[in-house]
């Protein structure tokens, strides 16, 4: 019987988010496939999981989470001895580590989610993208990979010497974004664009990909 | 004469203090959270009309030049959520633990309704304060359509959140947590809107949030900013508005030391 379940759809980037960390502590895993084209996620089954009907959630014995980010530091601390360490011990550390982790969530993913949704997601469902919210954005994620690229000048990973969450989630967006226009913006800053190859290339990622082909 | 830089290092020589503005929600949220602790750290203005928050040396705190930003010997911090987070690890074994961290179970709950503030209630609250508080403060008029557009969006979250606090007392469980407190900012200006009644009319949102000790404290002060002309006000110790929420059992509004008899045997 597997430790957890994840419920999700690999093509939600909130579900790879959660994905990537589960392969990352390799973790036996139950995955159970949400189908949000069925409307599934706004059901009372899964309602039950999470109150605001979005994927992806966790089942881990009778505990039940929601929204990734907090999933992702559960597992980082439940699993703390399996796999590689995403989180630092050191509560100094790991202060640095917390203030990059909200830099993700706060000022790169409101930009890069538009982004993506407008660039990538909109054009397979048929609807067309609103240059004026693409021209916004692309200006205000610029700003932030220059943040981005003075920090990386100094610093291996955003949180420090070791890969963590703090960049393990910028993962599903950056895969997204990477088959649009925004791509020249992390190729343009030479410590952005060998940060992101450094981790698009970990084994773990390159499994939640090879999920994502198979749907 | 001395420089900015000068100035910055005399004040970095103060052992602990957050950067910021307490009119600001964000910087609210940390001072907020060490009232809920007692603890005594500076306030070190920053002069936002100057943009002093954009240029050195506040940026090499924090390089989006946003305030807050904390300090704490070689701890430098930035981003709201992630300084209380480092506080309250901290400060776990003093006044109430807001992290549950005794529980990794029920930390994880703290977690996730952190999340939830941070992702579903921050932004539509947020776009509705500025339309409602902060435009007309440059002679605009509020766009009645965004309003409209968040306050549904606002409203769908708060419906979840009454369904939530209808079974459990605070977010997180039993126990009030930074998850609660996180709320706080936006609800205190929020109160204060035409849109109040979005909360009133959520008897267990309202019952939960508003009613805390910090939660009055935090309505005085937001309310006397709103009145002020000045960016930011300093106080030496709390103001005369807000001494009778503080006071305590014998009836002083301030710390001072109390000598603990130790019973033999």
Known sequence: MAAIKVHGNPLSTASMRVLATVYEKEIDHEFVFVD????????????????????????????KLFESRAINKYIACEYAVK???????DSKKMAITSVWMEVEAQQYDPAASKLGWELAIKPLLGMSTDTAVVEENEAKLAKVLDVYESRLAQSKYLGGDCFTLADLHHLPTLHYLFGTQVKKHFDSRPHVSAWVADITARPAWLKVLALLSQQ | MSSEGDRFKVNMTYSRG?????????????????CEKGLDYELLPIDMVAGAHKQQPFRSLNPFGEIPAFEEG??????SRAINRYLAR??????????LSNSLT???????????????????SSVILRQIIVIPKYGKAPDKQVIETEMEKLGKVLDVYEERLSKSKYLAGENYSLADLHH??????????????????????????????????????????????AECISFNCPPV?????????VGLYVNRVCFVSVVPG
């Not at chain 2, 070689?74 to 981003?79: A, G, N």
């Not at chain 2, 009133?200 to 309310?223: G, I, M, Y």
Request: charged letters at 25%; glycine letters at 4%; proline letters at 4%.
């Open chain 2, 106 to 124: 029920q930390s994880a709950l703290v977690e996730i309704w952190m999340e939830v503030e941070a992702h579903k209630f921050d932004s539509p």
């Open chain 2, 241 to 249: 508005d807000i001494r009778s929420i503080l006071e305590d059992a």
């Open chain 2, 18 to 34: 957050v950067h910021g503005a307490l009119f600001s929600t964000c910087t609210a949220r940390v001072w907020i959270y060490l």
């Open chain 2, 184 to 229: 706080i900012p936006h609800l205190v200006y929020f109160m204060k809107t035409s849109e109040a009644n979005a909360i009133t009319s959520r008897p267990h949102v309202q019952l939960r949030h508003c009613f805390h000790q910090a939660n009055r404290c935090a309505d005085v002060l937001a309310s006397m900013s709103i009145d002020q002309d």
């Open chain 1, 83 to 89: 796999g590689t360490q995403l989180i630092y011990q």
């Open chain 2, 90 to 99: 901290k400060h776990k074994d003093i006044g109430t633990d807001l992290l």
């Open chain 1, 36 to 63: 949000m084209r069925a409307g599934e996620h706004k059901k009372e089954h899964f309602l039950s999981f999470n109150p605001f009907g979005q994927v992806p959630a966790l089942e881990d014995g009778d505990l």
């Open chain 2, 74 to 79: 070689e701890v430098s911090l930035f981003e």
